[in-house]
């Protein structure tokens, strides 16, 4: 855990800044075992070994670490910890110039990220953290207003369908940048509960420039053969993708976004076109 870094950092540099003398000694590799000392990485020895001793702090077979004091090491850091084995970590560490350099850098940047929050570095935790929790809100908010139907979509096409029980269903299509899918199915479940009867089709840009069509139909629809799925493949067959989902909401890819506005606009026929081949099955 990041405690149980800090815990490591704290000792191994207590021991460096306590100036210990280090001792070597040679002796045969079975009595070293005996006495204590790790023999670290898997390294293969000979019968004689070279021993490494810190009074009180460390025994060890000879790693390639050669002072006379552990102050001249200087400074230790830990630049990254991963697990090499069940119950096994491997920890690398920079020290002396290096380990300076390292927090120097870390520095700069803390300072760097406290000017764009307009902070300093003593409150930037404070600040990000009272970021996050409007981060946190504000996403809350969005996603009400999308569940409202109100997340900042741009109606593109809206039509009254012939088709339904009263032949009122409504079709709409919009445009909306999302976070992610979740994001247009809470817009989506926003529709379906809003509207008596209806067909809603979204086309939303999503991070990294990538482009989905999605499909919502109200369960009176379902009933008179216009399923969701059904509506988001034809759709999507104009715009170079494929789709497929379940009869209330389905999802498509978008491979010609240039064709999306044709694609929403020939929506309501697509609709009708499905409920006539349902009626005549």
């Known amino acids: 855990t990041p405690g149980e870094l800090q815990e490591v950092v704290d000792r191994v540099n207590g021991a460096i800044w306590a100036d210990l003398p280090v001792q070597w000694e040679r002796m045969r590799y079975d009595r070293a075992i005996e006495e204590g000392a790790m023999a670290l990485f898997g390294e293969k020895y000979g019968d004689q070994v070279r021993v490494v001793r810190v009074p009180g702090i460390s025994l060890e077979l000879c790693g390639g670490t050669h002072v006379r004091h552990t102050g001249e090491i200087g400074l230790f850091r830990i630049e990254r910890e991963s697990g090499i084995a069940a119950g096994v970590r491997r920890v690398e560490a920079v020290t002396g110039p290096t380990a300076y350099r390292r927090f120097a850098e870390q520095e700069r940047r803390l300072e760097t990220v406290a000017a764009r929050l307009k902070s300093d570095p003593e409150n930037a935790e404070r600040k990000v953290e009272q970021l996050l929790a409007e981060k946190e809100e504000l996403e809350g908010l969005l996603d009400e207003l999308r569940r409202e139907g109100g997340g900042g979509e741009t109606v593109v096409a809206e039509a ?56 919502f139909v109200t369960d009176d629809l379902i009933h008179g053969g216009i399923r969701a799925d059904e509506v988001v493949r034809k759709l999507a067959a104009r715009v170079g993708g494929r789709g497929g989902g379940r009869a209330h909401m389905a999802q498509a890819g978008v491979e010609e976004p240039e064709k999306l506005d044709e694609a929403l606009a020939a929506g309501p026929g697509i609709v009708e076109e499905l409920a006539r081949v349902g009626q005549s099955g």
């Open 160 to 215: 009254e369908l012939g088709v339904g029980q009263d032949g009122a269903a409504v079709y709409r299509a919009v445009r909306m940048r999302a976070r992610d899918a979740d994001d247009v199915r809470s817009w989506g479940d926003g529709f379906l509960q809003s509207v008596e009867s209806g067909v809603a089709v979204v086309a939303a840009e999503l991070p990294e420039g990538k482009r989905a069509l999605f499909s």
